[in-house]
């Protein structure tokens, strides 16, 4: 199978002035050292918490930023000198609502950007509705998309850049802010986009996303990618662990730095999930710790505690550090 | 290539398309294209009661002011409008030149901006009795035909400056009333000192105005007609050439800097 996308080495450093004059620069390096390769019709996974690198890396690919070094390959068109051959053979998706005409209809959009996309209008005219039925907004094409909900919005996204069929996509989150139905929805259509073959680069927070759609996951942290490898292996990775669940109550970051002082915890995560919170301990001895973790959070509320096998999102934390 | 000047040519339409739709719907904008001219030339031919002969001097003078603050205030502010929406991305994503794009905005903007002479005209003819006779047609008719290709150019070296980042914005206010006055939009250029005439002489819009007003209300002369239209050409020519580096050179640079977008 041959290679659609190759990236070698990218970095990207921004430069931000911290005087009122602007003289003086700060350079923040987004992408530190980036390598990875995506074969033809594979669906590639670049997971990260926000800041690591994601976005920027997809805008270096998608010919909106250019690379301060190392090479990118799409389709063998260089990313910086053959910029225009790449538009043609891309498309992207970047998460929100941004990016579309809000004053105009659905099919308004799709007319502009298929004239954008060089299509001629007797190709169009098949395929916008024909993208319009796939994505499932049919009888709603002539309403302005200001009154579109959010995974309209999304949808829309997804037709506008299938218009002109193009080999290779870069969806970066594109589920983010959607409902569990149109997140749903949407993780359809990338499974339908995958059975035909695309070549897809897919960002994305969801980790059951990920596991679910993706042949192989990059993760990217502080600009690097610190693991690269099929959801199955990544998760083999942290087989050795077993993962603690605790429904707690008003826990701060004291108690969570003293559970991380203690043997046998392999990282401690929190998380707020309305009035509750949700504590995730990770440990290679499993339920033998459960009693040790309770006593050290003597005085605090603690319900349902549940030791379950690891997932990918175990995997991930490791990696990232939690 | 006859194939791409086909494509680039259906696309700068569909884009003057989307701006008009879009631009009908905005206040601001038919304030500016609309109301505000419809307000200098009111004032105008208030002030020149008394001299009848010179209201089409003040309803082209109004138009040529809509179609000036056509250009500097709804470029700038569109392409900001389309970096705030994230669809100034899409748009530099896209195979199709980003200068094509533009064009067909420009367009846009400048027919709808001659919406203000005809608004202009209509109030200064229907409702305030003035005649309106245009002393010359066949000169007048290719002198607007001119001075739209013209705008439509300068609006191309104008859009890259306003890409190359959002604080350039700013500036924009300061280019309006100053064109005004050194186009002799509403009074000859022969009232200001003698040290602005080449000023005057190096905007295109001064030639638009001068070939407009002659043709209108001036003499007739023919001769000042063609030398205007010759430099308005000149300059078009000038400004396309000089418009599609800027593109290159800027858009490479926004690239580099990662100021496309907001985010």
């Known amino acids: 199978m041959s290679i659609a996308i190759e990236v070698q080495n990218l970095r990207r450093v921004y430069r931000a002035s911290t005087s009122i004059l602007g003289r003086e620069?700060?350079?923040?390096?987004?992408?530190?050292?980036?390598?990875?390769?995506?074969?033809?019709?594979?669906?590639?996974?670049?997971?990260?918490?926000?800041?690591?690198?994601?976005?920027?890396?997809?805008?270096?690919?998608?010919?909106?930023?250019?690379?301060?070094?190392?090479?990118?390959?799409?389709?063998?068109?260089?990313?910086?000198?053959?910029?225009?051959?790449?538009?043609?053979?891309?498309?992207?998706?970047?998460?929100?609502?941004?990016?579309?005409?809000?004053?105009?209809?659905?099919?308004?959009?799709?007319?502009?950007?298929?004239?954008?996309?060089?299509?001629?209008?007797?190709?169009?005219?098949?395929?916008?509705?024909?993208?319009?039925?796939?994505?499932?907004?049919?009888?709603?094409?002539?309403?302005?998309?200001e009154g579109y909900s959010r995974g309209m919005k999304q949808r829309l996204h997804i037709a506008r850049t299938l218009l002109h069929d193009p080999d290779i996509l870069f969806l970066d989150e594109p589920t983010i802010g959607l409902d569990p139905v149109g997140a749903r929805e949407l993780r359809s259509i990338v499974r339908d986009l995958q059975s035909e073959k695309k070549t897809i680069l897919l960002t994305t927070h969801y980790m059951f996303e990920a596991d679910a759609l993706c042949d192989r996951i990059g993760v990217i942290k502080h600009g690097e990618i610190v693991a690269l490898d099929t959801p199955q292996n990544l998760k083999q990775g942290v087989q050795d662990l077993s993962v603690i669940e605790m429904e707690v109550y008003g826990i701060g970051s004291e108690v969570l730095d003293k559970l991380r002082a203690q043997p046998h915890v392999d990282s401690v995560s929190l998380e707020d999930r309305e009035q509750k919170q949700a504590l995730v301990i990770q440990s290679s001895h499993g339920s033998e710790i459960v009693q040790d973790v309770i006593n050290n959070l003597n005085g605090y509320r603690v319900e349902r505690v549940v030791v379950r096998e690891p997932t990918l999102e175990d995997a991930y934390v490791r990696l990232v550090g939690g | 290539m006859l194939q791409t000047t086909r494509q680039y040519t259906r696309t700068a339409?569909?884009?003057?398309?989307?701006?008009?739709?879009?631009?009908?719907?905005?206040?601001?904008?038919?304030?500016?294209?609309?109301?505000?001219?419809?307000?200098?030339a009111l004032l105008g031919l208030w002030m020149l009661r008394d001299r009848p002969d010179a209201a089409i001097y003040v309803v082209v003078g109004?138009?040529?002011?809509?179609?000036?603050?056509?250009?500097?205030?709804?470029?700038?502010?569109?392409?900001?409008?389309?970096?705030?929406?994230?669809?100034?991305?899409?748009?530099?994503?896209?195979?199709?030149?980003?200068?094509?794009?533009t064009a067909g905005r420009n367009l846009a903007h400048v027919m709808q901006s001659l919406l203000s002479m005809i608004a202009a005209y209509a109030v200064a003819s229907l409702f305030m009795g003035y005649a309106l006779d245009i002393d010359h047609p066949l000169l007048f008719i290719p002198s607007l035909f001119f001075t739209v290709v013209a705008f439509i150019s300068f609006g191309l070296i104008m859009a890259p400056i306003f890409i190359l980042s959002p604080a350039v914005d700013q500036f924009k206010n300061g280019l309006e009333f100053p064109i005004f006055v050194l186009c002799g939009f509403l009074f000859p250029i022969a009232l200001l000192p003698e040290w602005t005439t080449p000023f005057s002489y190096l905007l295109t819009p001064y030639w638009a105005a001068r070939a407009l007003h002659e043709s209108a209300h001036g003499g007739g002369d023919v001769g000042v007609v063609l030398a205007s239209w010759a430099i308005l050409l000149l300059s078009t020519v000038i400004y396309v050439a000089v418009s599609r580096r800027l593109f290159r050179v800027i858009l490479r640079r926004v690239r580099e800097d990662g100021t496309l977008g907001l985010a």
């Open chain 1, 25 to 145: 620069k700060k350079e923040i390096v987004a992408v530190s050292d980036v390598s990875f390769d995506i074969k033809q019709g594979e669906l590639f996974g670049l997971l990260g918490p926000n800041g690591a690198g994601k976005t920027t890396t997809v805008k270096m690919l998608a010919t909106l930023l250019i690379p301060t070094s190392g090479t990118a390959t799409i389709a063998g068109y260089d990313v910086v000198h053959q910029a225009q051959k790449v538009r043609e053979s891309i498309g992207f998706i970047f998460g929100g609502e941004r990016g579309l005409y809000w004053r105009l209809s659905g099919e308004d959009n799709l007319r502009y950007f298929a004239s954008l996309y060089r299509l001629d209008p007797s190709e169009a005219k098949k395929r916008i509705p024909y993208l319009i039925e796939l994505v499932g907004l049919k009888g709603r094409e002539n309403e302005k998309i």
């Open chain 2, 62 to 101: 109004s138009g040529m002011s809509g179609l000036w603050s056509s250009m500097v205030f709804i470029s700038g502010n569109s392409i900001n409008a389309e970096r705030w929406t994230g669809t100034l991305e899409m748009l530099v994503a896209m195979p199709t030149p980003l200068y094509v794009v």
């Open chain 2, 13 to 40: 339409l569909m884009a003057a398309e989307v701006v008009l739709k879009e631009m009908a719907v905005d206040s601001f904008i038919m304030f500016t294209i609309v109301i505000q001219p419809l307000i200098i």
